[in-house]
């Protein structure tokens, strides 16, 4: 099993930044695949961005430029920098994390980002 649970969210302006953070109940090294997907209301979730056990990451075109994914061993957390945020980037953000073929999520923040 794995426990992740995020932290981060919030209200801000468009052109705004935010930092959403992911803890892992396990070694974030030993979890194949980390990442961060969105859902906003009446859409399906997508990938935002996702991180490799050996460091490897994708982006969503969306996120290209403007979102950062990293981790931190030492806090055993992964984080989402998002820079330059739009309107459209509202949504509930979500942790996920696949173990040994299992796919793993967190509760989930609100993002919210005003014209």
């Known amino acids: 099993q794995v426990q992740l649970v995020e932290s981060g969210g919030g209200l801000v302006q468009a052109g705004g930044s935010l930092r959403l953070s992911c803890t892992a109940s396990?070694?974030?090294?030993?979890?194949?695949?980390m990442g961060w997907y969105r859902q906003a209301p009446g859409k399906q979730r997508e990938l935002v961005a996702e991180?490799?056990?050996?460091?490897?990451?994708n982006y969503a075109d969306s996120a290209k430029g403007r979102f950062t994914i990293s981790r931190d061993s030492a806090e055993n957390t992964m984080y989402l920098h998002m820079n330059s945020l739009k309107p459209e980037d509202t949504a509930v953000y979500y942790c996920?994390?696949?173990?040994?073929?299992?796919?793993?999520w967190g509760q989930g923040t609100q993002v919210t980002v005003s014209s």
């Open positions: 996920n994390a696949n173990w040994y073929g299992n796919k793993y």
């Open positions: 396990r070694n974030i090294f030993s979890l194949n695949i």
């Open positions: 991180i490799a056990s050996g460091g490897r990451t």
